[in-house]
C-alpha cells in the first residue's frame, strides 16, 4: 500500500527520525518544519531538573557569599579569640548548608542533561 510514493508499511519499520521524515512528507511538510515545530515544543520534565538544579546552584553560591562576608566582617571587627570562636561556630552550619545545596543543585543539572 503506497501513498505519495511511500510505502506504509515499510513505513512502520523504520527508526523514528526516518519516520517522521516520511511522514512529513506525506503532509507535505519538510522535514526540517517538522524538527523545527518538535524542538520549539519540546518542553520535558529534564528541563525542569535542569533549571531547578540551577536555581539551587545559585541558591548555594549566595549563600557561600554571605558566609565569606560574615567572617571577613568578623576578621575586621578584631574580635578576641572567644567572640571569634562564637561567630565561626554560627557561620560553619550555614556554610556546610551552602555547600550542601549548591553540590545537590549541580548534581541535578548534571543529571538532567545526562538523562535529556
Not at 46 to 52: A, K
Not at 81 to 105: Q, T, W, Y
Amino acid at each position: 500500500m503506497a501513498r505519495n510514493g511511500v510505502d506504509l508499511r515499510r513505513l512502520a519499520n523504520l527508526p523514528p527520525a526516518p519516520r517522521q521524515g516520511a511522514l512529513a512528507a506525506l503532509a507535505g511538510l519538510s522535514y526540517l518544519e517538522v524538527m523545527e515545530q518538535t524542538a520549539a515544543s519540546a518542553s520535558s520534565v529534564f528541563d525542569i531538573v535542569i533549571w531547578s538544579g540551577t536555581a539551587l546552584s545559585l541558591l548555594g553560591l549566595l549563600g557561600l557569599v554571605y558566609c565569606i562576608i560574615r567572617v571577613s566582617r568578623a576578621k575586621r571587627a578584631n574580635l578576641t579569640d572567644d567572640a571569634m570562636r562564637a561567630e565561626l561556630k554560627k557561620v560553619v552550619p550555614l556554610n556546610l548548608g551552602a555547600l550542601f545545596l549548591s553540590v545537590i543543585g549541580l548534581m541535578m543539572v548534571i543529571i538532567g542533561i545526562f538523562l535529556a
